[in-house]
């Protein structure tokens, strides 16, 4: 800059942090907005004593939790009280699930910091606040405090958020399941969801296979409905899949491919409950005639309709929801030219990695993983996470030859998010993904198959 400082006095340092905790806080208030309709959904379907699929995952949470006693719909209320109170806690009063989930050396230093978390909501104002103008001038403090909005936001809106969700949505199961453009079939109506609270559609997708709903579908000349994951809330599917065999039948792709998924003609109608529903699908939803239906303003798009979630009325809901899905594939069809990709994507990708499933695959306990670090048969495991993205050569091209370069180097890549929609489609989860790593790593995946 010319001037080492603005026009207010505050210096570069301070405009970075500013805005940076600014960014921070804002995605803290999104994952912590799914966390909270989350297990506002599992309160819900507790108190109506609903279906819950993970009674494992309840139990381990419980166990956490220090709750007992009850049976197991008291027990999902319970625990979905304890994550409701905690982060509506007042700005002054600390978080009491932190200590709990949190690894302790961890906990230990996050307290010696003074960076532990009041309650998450509060949080987000707190940090709102801070950045704004003329308020905090100081970096040192604006950057502890995104590290206090990512102690809460990493245990509240991403571990727990799924935590929950094995509970109400079943855990997931290590299977090779199809990914890409291939998982359309054009003889179903097909929902391309997207978004990050699968808690906010689970009645649709369990109505969508019912008798009465699926003759709907054949009268109007389909075989029934599916739905086609896109985003993170199609990989969670994808991870959960064994459990919904009948109404999915893949991860089609992440956010940035969320627009070849509509190029494909076959995609009858969009669901959207939170990012990354793109603004860039919006013209091709016009041009393709595919009805938009969003159930959170949050992700509300200028062309789609929008039918606000409401638990007491989601039986309503969702036979009005089809309605239109359905009529928007009778308007379309007979309209839009298909232009399926058949070849693109995988058969047989590995999915439903979870901590749970992943022990239970290593016989119940992490020795054969370490033993194997330990021996230096893997040199180690590095995380490739998060959102994908268009910089550093295209669409996934750095997290796909970051891989690469890691599995050809004996490390094996944990992934998750949209990261992980790029590297399926790639074919990096398939079995035969070791030929491309080093000659130890290529040693330990033949020989687990
Ligand atoms: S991983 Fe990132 S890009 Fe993908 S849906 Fe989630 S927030 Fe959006």
Known sequence: PDSPRGICGATADVMVARNFLRAVASGSGCYIHVV???????????????????KGALERLCKIFGISGGDEYEKALKVADAVLKDIYRPVYEK???????????????WTELGILPGGAVAEVYKGVVKCSTNLNSDPVDMLLNCLKLGISTGIYGLTLTNLLNDVLLGEPEIRPAPVGLRVIDPDYINVMITGHQHTMFVHL???LTESDVVTKAK?????????????????DLQLRGAHYTEIFDGHAGNNYTSEAILATGAIDAVLSEFNCTLPGIEPICDKLLIKQICIDDVAKKANAEYLPFNFAERAKQSDEIIGKIID????????????LQKDHGHENSITGVSEVSLKKFLGGNWKPLVDLVVSGDIKGVAGVVGCSSLVSGGHDVLTVSLTKELIA?????????????GLENCGLMNPEAAELAGPKLKAVCKKLG
Do not use: H, W
């Open 328 to 339: 928007s594939y009778k308007e379309r069809r007979s309209k839009v030219a298909l232009n």
């Open 36 to 54: 909270e309709n989350t297990a506002l959904n599992l309160k819900n379907t507790a108190l109506e004593k609903g279906k819950l699929r993970g």
């Open 205 to 207: 997708q369990d109505r």
């Open 95 to 109: 978080m009491e699930l932190v200590e709990k989930m949190a690894y302790p050396p961890r906990f230990k230093k």
């Open 409 to 421: 180097r004996d490390i094996i890549v944990l992934t998750a998010g949209c990261s992980s929609g």
């Open 219 to 235: 009268a109007a000349g389909a075989k029934g409905f599916k739905l086609v994951g896109c985003t993170c809330v199609g990989q």
